[in-house]
């Protein structure tokens, strides 16, 4: 079974700084995909950031790219010029592209960012 | 924001009630999932299904059920609801195995 670990329960940035995610992942598969959702306080779920494994360049969404390292099965994501609207809880997940566990998604523990003005 | 719709969007009920959660989309998705998410912890798959008629157990064990008897309506029932059921219920779809999956606001059912 896939794993996907967040080490860090609680991040901390200013209003237009950088910040970094960290994600690592467990996964005897090759072929998968990669997520990073945002919930807001009390907010929807939405999607920040898609990766596919077998693509070597590194997803970017205007602020948000990540660092996909397969060997070493990293996945984190950059918030570049942060604003305060970027507070939320980010989630890491995993998605299986083939098997038994095909389309379903395994979720990090997750990390509360703040954002300071 | 997605077109997916989730209600009650909290639930306060006593033991030993039947409740039904509900969820909707309306993008035409034919896959569509089940999760439980306590304060601040990750999510949990409870329950998927990939098209009408058609539902599976995820990997949380979870003395809910679900049907999927049209494509757009895939309802959560708690037969007798318990304290140790208090948590968070998020619906999603997806269109493709491959793509995102698209959440609902959720339901925060507390029991007491």
């Known amino acids: 079974a896939q794993t996907v670990t967040q080490s860090q329960p609680e991040m901390s940035v200013q209003e237009a700084e950088t910040v970094t995610l960290s994600c690592t992942y467990d996964?005897?598969?090759?072929?998968?995909?990669l997520f990073w959702y945002k919930q807001p306080p009390s907010r929807q779920m939405i999607l920040v950031i898609r990766q596919e494994a077998y693509k070597q360049q590194n997803a970017t969404e205007n602020r948000f790219s990540v660092n996909f390292q397969k060997a070493a099965k990293s996945f984190s994501l950059k918030i570049s010029d942060s604003q305060l609207g970027d507070a939320a809880m980010y989630f890491c997940?995993?998605?299986?592209?083939?098997?038994?566990?095909?389309?379903?998604?395994?979720f990090g523990q997750g990390t509360i960012l703040t954002v300071h003005p | 924001e997605a077109d997916i719709y989730q209600t009650p969007r909290y639930l306060v009920i006593g033991t030993g009630k039947k409740i039904t959660l509900e969820c909707s989309q309306t993008m035409g998705h034919d896959k569509m999932y089940w999760y439980q998410q306590d304060p601040g912890m990750e999510l949990h798959l409870i329950h998927y299904s990939y098209g009408v008629n058609s539902t599976e157990k995820g990997d949380l064990s979870s003395e809910s059920t679900v049907s999927r008897i049209r494509t757009e309506h895939f309802p959560l029932t708690l037969e007798s609801a318990r304290p140790s059921h208090t948590s968070q219920y998020l619906c999603?779809?997806?269109?493709?195995?491959?793509?995102?999956?698209?959440f609902g606001p959720g339901t925060r059912l507390t029991v007491t």
């Open positions: 996964t005897s598969e090759s072929d998968y995909y």
């Open positions: 999603a779809s997806s269109g493709d195995l491959t793509r995102e999956q698209y």
């Open positions: 997940a995993y998605r299986s592209a083939r098997g038994t566990s095909y389309g379903k998604l395994t």
